[in-house]
Structure formats: structure tokens, C-alpha cells
Nanobody
């Protein structure tokens, strides 16, 4: 199983970016899909996540600005980031819990990381 991210880049404050993360390989089902970020000198933190049952959680710092979504048919999750701030600058990692067979034992998988830089 492989997770491939796309969509990072350099933007000015107030602008938007959309991250995508697609899973491929031997996939039976996906429960959690989420996004984490890690800024220089800081620990990795949860940004947003969604479960297979539809529950969605956001970090307080991004509520009202970021939106997570998922396309189960494409094994893909998206993070729409609006009204970006300099403090959103970080490497963003997607995360999924994936079962590879009918035994539904879920394993954690991570994307390669996408740099998001918000600067004027």
C-alpha cells in the first residue's frame, strides 16, 4: 500500500491550497483518513481527520478555514485550506488506517509529506 500526496506549495497569507492524498495497492477498506502537520522545531500535530462512519474532527486552529473530505471510490482524501496564515507553514502528512483483507486488521500508512509555505 502506498499513499501519494500532491498539492503543496508557496502561497501568500489569505490564499488557498488544496492537498490530495491517494492510496493504492492491496486495499480492502479504509477507516481513518486524516492530515497531520509538522512545523520546524515542533511536534507533529493533527490537523483534521475523518472516519469511515463520517465523523470529522478538526484542530481548533484550523476550524472554519480548513475542510477535509474523502472519496471512498478513489481511496482519496482532500484537505481544502482557505484563509491561510503564516503559522500554517509546515510539512503536511496524510494518514490512513487501511485493512488489506477481509480480516479487517487495520494498519497505519503515511504519505511522503507536502511542504506548505505561507509567506508574503
Amino acid at each position: 500500500v502506498q499513499l501519494v500526496e500532491s498539492g503543496g506549495g508557496l502561497v501568500q497569507p489569505g490564499e488557498s491550497l488544496r492537498l490530495s492524498c491517494a492510496a493504492s495497492g492491496s486495499i480492502f477498506s479504509i477507516d481513518y483518513m486524516g492530515w497531520y502537520r509538522q512545523a520546524p522545531g515542533k511536534e507533529r500535530e493533527l490537523v483534521a481527520r475523518t472516519t469511515g462512519s463520517g465523523r470529522i474532527d478538526y484542530a481548533d486552529s484550523v476550524k472554519g478555514r480548513f475542510t477535509i473530505s474523502r472519496d471512498n471510490a478513489k481511496n482519496t482524501t482532500y484537505l481544502q485550506m482557505n484563509s491561510l496564515k503564516p503559522e500554517d507553514t509546515a510539512v503536511y502528512f496524510c494518514h490512513m488506517q487501511i485493512a488489506r483483507s477481509i480480516d479487517k486488521i487495520y494498519y497505519n500508512y503515511w504519505g511522503q509529506g507536502s511542504q506548505v509555505t505561507v509567506s508574503s
